[in-house]
């Protein structure tokens, strides 16, 4: 039987849901009042990687992704995915030894390489270390247009630019929400609305615990090719767009940088003028996002009541096709697959 899903936020997760589910035969509404692809994945690094996890199911699950990756490329080889590879001249003080170690022994394919061939791979970094891990595998993406683009080649769904208000109930079940343009009714409701899901899944006396760290990132002016990977250093982490322009952050949770933006970027944008031999770099701009990070940090995936199922979580430009992928498997066949088993919302039900 067709099921009507109604999508909550056209962000990188709720509109590659919309992709994947139209695309199995769900008849989709999606709403969202901004259509600029989402707020945290407007405001994102878009690294796609499965090198800092500490719980291996947690790690399997972005496996899965980055996997997935590859193949919504074949559906869409439009999306603004690029496979560069990732440098770790160091990662922010963890010893590379023992990110090498801990993710070789799950089948990680990180590689050792030497002063000589990080010189050779990226040669404008000034300075070079003796050693480096590298990882072919992971990516970049632009979470924000990769939500535009799921959302315009979607099956079977409708966006409504609009916000929901509340989610509605009968009894213990969720049929919908109210919005400004009326009320609209759904088999499920599916929350995907990044940091704002705590406020709207809390109308049906659902509990999200999240977290909303503010990330900085400086972003320059557009430069002939300077670097090619991705790259990690003690106190940086940059990548190169395909417009030229270079993106950098200085952390990964939301540290004091961001408290004042604008010495925190003088101070970003410093440090890469340090890190990468150029007279061309030039300052554009800043910007910042809350990242939706649930308490323990792990994606909330699954259904915590009747008619409704909430994907709210940090590190959503690595997972979105994955989960979209795991999550319309679950909704249209009824089978909940074991890679998403510890990250059920009812883990924060005591
Ligand atoms: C600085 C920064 C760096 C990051 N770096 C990385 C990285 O390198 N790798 C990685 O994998 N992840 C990274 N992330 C995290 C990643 O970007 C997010 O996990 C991801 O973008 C979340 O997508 P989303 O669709 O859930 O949320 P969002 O992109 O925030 O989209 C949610 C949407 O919901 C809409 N909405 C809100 N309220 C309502 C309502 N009432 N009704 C309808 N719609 C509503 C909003 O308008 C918004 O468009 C980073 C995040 C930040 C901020």
């Not at 067709?2 to 936020?9: D, E, K, V």
């Not at 009320?183 to 809390?202: P, V």
């Not at 049906?204 to 972003?219: C, R």
Request: proline share 6%.
């Amino acid at each position: 039987m067709t099921q009507n899903i109604l999508i909550i936020g056209a962000g990188i997760i709720g509109s590659a849901l919309a992709f994947r589910l139209g695309q199995s035969g769900c008849t989709v509404t999606m709403l969202d009042p901004s259509g600029t692809g989402g707020t945290a994945s407007s405001a994102s690094f878009g690294w796609v990687n499965a090198s800092y996890e500490k719980s291996k199911p947690y790690y399997l699950l972005r496996r899965h992704a980055m996997e997935a990756w590859t193949r919504v490329m074949l559906d869409l080889p439009n999306l603004p995915y690029h496979q560069n590879g990732t440098l770790y001249a160091d990662f922010y003080g963890v010893p590379l030894e023992k990110l090498h170690s801990e993710h070789g022994r799950w089948g990680y394919p990180f590689e050792w390489i030497t002063h000589d061939q990080i010189a050779a791979l990226e040669p404008k970094l000034a300075r070079i270390p003796n050693r480096a891990l590298f990882c072919g595998i992971e990516a970049q993406v632009l979470p924000n247009i990769a939500a535009c683009v799921f959302r315009e080649q979607a099956h079977n769904t409708t966006y409504i630019k609009t916000s929901a208000a509340h989610l509605l109930t009968k009894g213990d079940t969720i049929i919908g929400a109210n919005t400004p343009v009326g009320k609209i009714h759904s088999d499920i409701t599916i929350l995907a609305a990044g940091s704002h899901s705590q406020t709207i899944a809390a109308t049906a006396e659902v509990s999200i615990p999240l977290d909303k760290p503010v990330g900085l990132l400086i972003h320059t002016k557009p430069t002939k090719q300077l670097i090619t990977h991705t790259i990690l250093t003690d106190n940086l982490h940059m990548q190169q767009r395909k417009d030229g322009s270079i993106t950098a952050g200085g952390d990964f949770g939301g540290s004091s940088i961001k408290n004042n933006p604008k010495s925190g970027s003088c101070e970003l944008f410093s440090r890469l003028r340090d890190t990468i031999k150029s007279n061309e770099l030039e300052y554009s701009h800043h910007t910042l996002g809350l990242r939706p990070t649930p308490l323990d940090g792990m994606p909330i995936v699954g259904s915590p009541k009747r008619g409704l199922y909430i994907a709210v979580m940090h590190s959503g430009a690595t997972l979105a096709p994955g989960i979209a992928e795991l999550v319309t498997t679950e909704i249209t066949t009824g089978h909940r697959d074991a890679l998403l088993n510890i990250f059920h919302p009812d883990r924060f039900v005591s």
